[in-house]
């Protein structure tokens, strides 16, 4: 298990700490949350559990992560077929050489 499950990000994403236990990351984050220029809201993830915190100045709220399963619906060729369509056109560009005009 990873010694730094805890993670504390900002608004934008940025990871700002990782923490080993969750008390110290919901500490530090309510003292960074207070920080000038500090993007918010924080979110204080669990990886392991797959919950997250949320901090604002307004509230501090359990958000319990969802399961989501793969629909349908892609109407776009399948990865597969792309791939070996391009290891295909890479392999026809380096059999052919190329051909240079002297001036």
């Known amino acids: 298990m990873d010694e730094r499950r805890f993670v504390v990000w900002d608004a934008d994403g940025r990871p700002l700490g ?13 003292v960074r949350m207070r920080q000038a220029r500090t993007r918010l809201p924080l979110t204080l993830d669990d990886r392991v559990a797959k919950v ?7 509230r501090c709220e359990l958000v319990a992560w969802a399961e989501f399963a793969v629909l349908p619906g892609c109407d776009l060729p399948a990865l597969g077929a792309a791939a070996a ?7 026809t560009a380096r059999r052919q050489p190329a051909q240079h005009s002297r001036s």
């Open 52 to 58: 997250s915190r949320r901090l604002s100045h307004a």
């Open 85 to 91: 369509a391009a290891a295909a056109a890479g392999d």
């Open 18 to 30: 990782a923490f080993p236990d969750f008390d110290t990351a919901h500490e530090w984050a309510h």
